[in-house]
């Protein structure tokens, strides 16, 4: 069926012919068939990645395999949802080994992006936990993949983009837990020197991220909440906790119901939201028990939260820079700060080791900003781009929805290597997507 | 633990079925053509619900078999749901009797093989539930699919013939028309979005059906008017128009 398709920044939004399947077969055959399709999971990345003129939803292809509750391995079609496999998991007392900011993205998803959670200086991407996956690669056979067999396809799966198939399957090690709680620690930052000394001095636990107030100047330049957590134990929780310490009580969602216009999001409500989100913190430092949705998912529980940036949608802006290289964070943040373009999310997070080919995370610190698509708007990121080139960075394609070609190319060490195992598994562009076009990664 | 037999499991509508009353903690049987295809389903409902779930090859047009397909199942079904179907393509079905001999024998004649069978076993043992979803195509012919309405028409007949027959046995017999679903069987058709219900509300429907032992089943409640509606036009306005 012919739809509009758009991802969650809803920039940009082409027309697509869309496909579904349940079985493996009818997968195959769609793909024997056809060109130029991208799989698409829940359309939660943010820009043009899963778009292309055809496109296979993968949201059908949903069933769960297996989970060994002994060891903690769960295997799964790539359709299924984090928040569908935490239902799972957790009342059995295991956990997603990594996990981004929402759970409405689907394991295919993971993998095409190979995410990255707050816990990447400890757990590195998603990619380390994956025991093997199948992938149907342009030559139409489905290959089993992992990091001894057909490693070159793991490794170019791995935060590819899509672009050497289509995962079908992924088994992966989840993670031992206790309690479905978090024992969380935030602490106020004054500005980004002290932020950055704190995540340092906290750096032995799990999950670590602070938000960032970026309107500020001058002194408070880069203030911040560093919000740190741990999976709580049993002794931890509540009484009343304690007596299902793998449940978490039931709540209702909001749902923002309509794009707000674009008036709703100007200089100064970004100020005064941050103004709140900075001051509800009292104390300099608060601990707290608290359930796992919130501390992981914030925004999820505000569904459809992407309609707050109105219909012309947004841009989100995430880059890592090496941790040496702080300056150009200031050189960022000064730029925005000038600009008056703050967004309501400034999300920092210090990465630890990259271990793949392709994937983004490196050791350094990353920052993820949202941008309403206004006028002046792609200009503006074009200069920053140069700004995180100039610094030895780059930026999230999971993200990304703009960025010039040579950016692409300067920036990922690999890309010269990972475009020639796309090649080799997809010789015919037989998986293709708007960006991958784009940034010269498919013909 | 109840138990209910799912004939025509691959479906995106016997999907939501089958996880639907597996939550509702009922073992699931299976029964496809192509039990191999249907296996990810059956693995998936018992680890998600902790089920036992089998599957069970069944063909719907093999009317020979179908006696032997029941007698084979170990457990025997406490509730049975007739899921399969078959759209197949009008304008081929007017020009090839290939085609209109395939949507009427799976639609009505496969249908009322199978669920004969389970009747007289629900019949004998005083109690059973059978579900057979049917379509508001059938509740008058047009000319876009009057071959597929037809067989749905027949079909719908049967229930309610057979829901008369075993009311005083104490068996549950309900028809559901779904009207327009969203799934692979429409996914080339554009479909009137209010109108369009999804495959986990028909799922929830049936189920809340079976419970409330109701005999006719609307899934979207707009459906039962528009067919009234449909219904009151007389043939010789009904002849002219292009439905």
């Known amino acids: 069926m012919q739809k509009r398709l758009a991802n969650w920044g809803n920039y940009p939004a082409i027309a697509s012919e869309e496909s579904a399947f349940t079985q493996e077969d009818q997968l195959r055959n769609f793909v024997g068939s056809h060109h130029r399709i991208i799989a698409r999971g829940n359309g939660r990345c943010y820009g043009d990645a899963s778009l292309s003129a055809q496109s296979i939803s993968m949201l059908k292809y949903d069933k769960v395999l297996a989970f060994d509750t002994t060891n903690g391995i769960l295997e799964v079609q790539a359709g299924v949802t984090l928040d569908q496999l935490l239902d799972i998991i957790v009342p059995q007392g295991w956990f997603l080994p990594v996990t981004p900011g929402t759970k409405y993205i689907t394991i295919g998803g993971a993998v095409a992006s190979d995410v990255h959670g707050k816990n990447h200086h400890v757990d590195g991407a998603f990619s380390r936990h994956i025991i093997e996956m199948d992938v149907i690669t342009g030559e139409d056979n489905t290959l089993c993949c992992s990091q001894t067999e057909h490693a070159d396809l793991f490794w170019a799966t791995c935060g590819g983009m899509g672009l050497t198939g289509i995962i079908t399957r992924v088994k992966f090690r989840l993670k031992k837990i206790a309690t479905a709680y978090i024992r969380q620690t935030q602490l106020k930052a004054r500005n980004l020197e002290e932020v950055i000394r704190l995540f340092d001095e906290y750096k032995h636990y799990t999950y670590s991220m602070a938000w960032i107030d970026c309107l500020q100047q001058g002194d408070t330049f880069g203030r911040s909440i560093l919000i740190v957590g741990e999976h709580a134990t049993p002794e931890e929780l509540s009484p009343r906790q304690q007596q299902a310490p793998l449940t978490l009580p039931a709540k209702r969602k909001l749902v923002v119901p309509f794009n707000l216009p674009s008036f709703v999001l100007n200089t100064f409500t970004v100020k005064a939201f941050n103004w709140l989100y900075y001051h509800k913190n009292y104390k300099r430092e608060m601990h707290k028990v608290i359930p796992y949705e919130p501390f992981f998912y914030p925004l999820d529980a505000i569904l459809h939260w992407n309609r707050g940036y109105g219909k012309a949608g947004f841009v989100q802006y995430q880059f890592v820079l090496p941790l040496e290289k702080k300056d150009g964070l200031v050189a960022i943040l000064q730029k925005i700060s000038e600009k008056g373009w703050g967004s309501f999310l400034a999300v920092l997070k210090v990465f630890g080791n990259q271990d793949d080919l392709i994937s983004f995370p490196m050791e350094g610190y990353t920052l993820a900003l949202d941008f309403p698509v206004r006028k002046g708007l792609l200009p503006f990121l074009d200069e920053l781009d140069e700004i995180v080139l100039q610094y030895g960075g780059r930026l999230y394609l999971s993200k990304d929805a703009r960025m010039k070609q040579e950016v692409f190319w300067k920036s990922y060490p690999n890309a010269q290597r990972f475009a020639d195992i796309v090649q080799q598994y997809n010789a015919d562009s037989k998986f293709a997507s708007i960006q991958s076009e784009r940034l010269l990664l498919t013909k | ?243």
């Not at chain 2, 509702?24 to 409902?45: F, G, M, V, W």
């Not at chain 2, 043992?125 to 009057?146: D, P, T």
């Not at chain 2, 549950?172 to 779904?178: E, L, T």
């Open chain 2, 1 to 243: 633990m109840p138990t209910l037999l799912l004939l025509g499991a691959g479906s995106d509508m016997a999907i939501a079925i089958a996880r639907k009353f597996a939550a509702e903690k009922y073992n699931i049987q299976l029964a496809a053509r192509n039990a191999a295809a249907i296996s990810p389903l059956q693995q998936d409902l018992q680890v998600r619900y902790g089920i036992t779930a089998t599957t069970h090859a069944f063909d719907a047009l093999a009317s020979d078999s179908h006696a032997a397909f029941f007698d084979a199942l170990s457990v025997k079904p406490d509730l049975t749901i007739c899921v399969f179907g078959y759209l197949g393509d009008q304008e081929q079905a007017q020009n090839s009797w290939q085609e209109a001999h395939t949507i009427i024998h799976t639609n009505y004649t496969g249908a009322v093989s199978i669920l004969n069978v389970v009747a007289n076993h629900y019949a004998a043992q005083q109690k059973g539930s059978i579900v057979g979803i049917s379509s508001v195509a059938g509740e008058r012919g047009r000319q876009s699919n009057y071959i597929y309405g037809s067989a749905k028409a027949g079909f719908t007949a049967y229930l309610s013939g057979l829901r008369n027959r075993l009311f005083r046995s104490g068996v549950h017999v309900m028809s559901v028309q779904p009207g327009f679903v969203n799934t692979r069987m429409t996914q080339h058709l554009t479909l009137p979005p209010l109108l369009t219900a999804q495959p986990e509300a028909v799922a929830t429907a049936v189920y809340k059906g079976v419970q409330r032992k109701k005999n006719v089943l609307y899934v979207k409640w707009h459906w039962k008017y528009i067919m009234l509606i449909i219904k009151l036009i007389p043939e010789g306005i009904f002849k002219k128009l292009k439905l």
